[in-house]
């Protein structure tokens, strides 16, 4: 049986990173297909980004949390001295898709914000990251050149609304069960088999 999962998540969530890596390893036990919605969770942030400790004010014991759980699962998340306005990189996202570089460029977007301390707003990061993947500065720029993506955005969260969707992540499987957070590979496998039985 194949399971469609709809991932929906934000570049800025670093449950959303742990949540894909736990789906990631299911792979090789199931045949899954991951599909991104991106939801952007700060829209309030500056367009090229906020100092860390400007929109947090316990931005230092916040990075040493996520360490700390990141540890839990084999990630050592760096220091994160700023928190990005995602949508332009969430813009790209959803043109990935459609080119199939999904994967590829959601991994390099969160690998850059949480390993790298990338500020993930900036245009300029964003051509090279998505070049990294196969994705041209042209591209890029055609995004960016239309409303297309960000109405997709839009439809993102309308979605989430209609749904009663209100924190990232949420996976939803084969459009029948919904799980919140980044749960442990167990609960997926419960999942997977209920919709057996079904």
């Known amino acids: 049986m194949k399971y469609t999962i709809t991932m929906i998540s934000d570049f800025q969530c670093p449950y959303c990173y742990i949540g894909k890596g736990i789906i990631d390893g299911l792979k090789s036990e199931y045949d899954i297909e991951i599909i991104f919605k991106g939801y952007e969770i700060h829209p309030d942030i500056p367009e090229h980004g906020i100092p860390s400790e400007d929109y947090f004010p316990n931005a230092k014991e916040k990075n040493l949390q996520l360490q700390a759980f990141g540890r839990q699962h084999g990630l050592n998340f760096t220091d994160i001295t700023s928190m990005p306005n995602s949508n332009k990189a969430l813009q790209v996202a959803e043109y990935a898709k459609s080119v ?70 949420t996976f939803i499987i084969n459009d029948k069960i919904g799980i919140v957070g980044a749960q442990s590979p167990e609960n997926f496998r419960r999942a997977f088999k209920q919709l057996n039985e079904q």
């Open 100 to 169: 199939n570089k999904s994967e590829e460029y959601n991994t390099a977007m969160y690998e850059a914000f949480f390993f790298k301390d990338i500020n993930i707003s900036l245009i300029p990061e964003i051509k090279k990251l998505a070049k990294s993947v196969g994705i041209s500065e042209e591209e890029v720029d055609a995004v960016f050149a239309t409303d297309k993506y960000k109405n997709a955005l839009k439809d993102n969260k309308k979605f989430c609304v209609d749904n009663n969707i209100t924190s990232v992540p």
